[in-house]
């Protein structure tokens, strides 16, 4: 079956899914996106991605849309006429199609909504089990990365760098020595005593919705969390360190630069965390109904 997208007011087959070549989206990355997890065929914290894509929204000065209600209709309607149970829904919205100008259309236009869906593989046994490796980059973004932009071309040269050199994620630092985010996870130690570390909600990283959800399953769960700096050097040191994202979930990670952590496998912890927040995915979400599927 071919794949269906939702390109401002149409739902389309894939393949002949365009948008304008003004789109300011394609010619300043001017727009945001959001990518949501469909688990066993219910969207995942789906409110916390609108709420999210929302306040990105407003600090660009973009206007929605459609309301959240509607959008999320969308959201279901593309996912039910992907006919998958396991996958991401992606949504990006620009600020519409007007005259390559730098300053905003004035008056403004239209923005731009484009939804895609599709099924994603589950991870592998193997990642899982035996973890994955990081590399350390330089953080090279803007000052606004709180915004999830589609501004991401230094998001891709450190992926890249990271592929390049046989691993899974880059972890990036700043100026200072300390680590900010992934390419596109979250980055997370665990100490000496258990308690999880991961950088305070701020403009140098996106507030992921994994991130958020995990928080409130570790305290409720009576784990500590410390949401504070640390450099790179710290987190080398850590007894386990793993990363988070709508599409890897919780990852253990056991390598960073050339540097093995503890026995070189997902601790403990890790893997506690892990479970926990598939428990609550395998519990929680917004239906598609399964009679649609």
């Excluded at 300053?103 to 990642?127: C, E, G, W, Y």
């Excluded at 990036?172 to 305070?200: A, C, F, K, M």
């Excluded at 784990?223 to 919780?250: C, D, G, H, P, W």
């Amino acid at each position: 079956m071919s794949r269906i997208a939702y390109v401002n007011g149409r739902y389309v087959p894939h393949g002949e899914a365009s948008v304008h070549i003004e789109d300011r989206g394609y010619q300043f990355a001017d727009g945001v996106y959001e990518v949501v997890a469909v688990r066993d065929g219910a969207l995942i914290d789906g409110a916390w991605h609108m709420e999210r894509l929302q306040r990105s929204l407003s600090e660009l000065q973009i206007a929605m849309p459609m309301s959240a209600a509607a959008m999320n209709v969308v959201f279901r309607e593309t996912v039910r006429r992907n006919r998958f149970q396991t996958g991401i829904v992606y949504v990006q919205i620009s600020r519409g199609v007007a005259r390559r100008d730098h300053p905003f259309p004035n008056p403004a236009v239209r923005p731009a909504l484009v939804v895609t869906a599709r099924r994603t593989p589950l991870q592998s046994d193997k990642v899982i089990e035996e973890g994955i490796a990081v590399i350390s980059q330089a953080d090279i973004r803007w000052q606004r990365c709180d915004i999830k932009s589609i501004s991401l071309l230094p998001n891709v040269l450190v992926k890249q760098a990271a592929r390049s050199q046989g691993a899974f994620e880059a972890w990036q630092v700043d100026g200072d020595g300390y680590v900010t985010e992934g390419g596109s996870t979250n980055v997370w130690i665990i100490n000496g005593d258990g308690h999880l570390i991961t950088r305070p909600v701020e403009n140098a990283i996106l507030n992921g919705i994994t991130r958020r959800r995990l928080i409130e399953l570790a305290k409720a769960r009576g784990i500590i969390v410390e949401e504070r700096s640390f450099t790179l050097e710290e987190a080398k040191s850590a007894r386990e360190a793993f990363l988070t994202s709508t599409t890897s979930f919780v990852t253990g990670v056991v390598k960073i630069d050339d540097t093995v952590l503890g026995n070189g496998r997902p601790g403990i912890r890790t893997r506690e965390l892990r479970g926990l927040y598939m428990e609550f995915m395998s519990q929680n979400g917004d239906k598609v109904p399964s009679s649609h599927l």
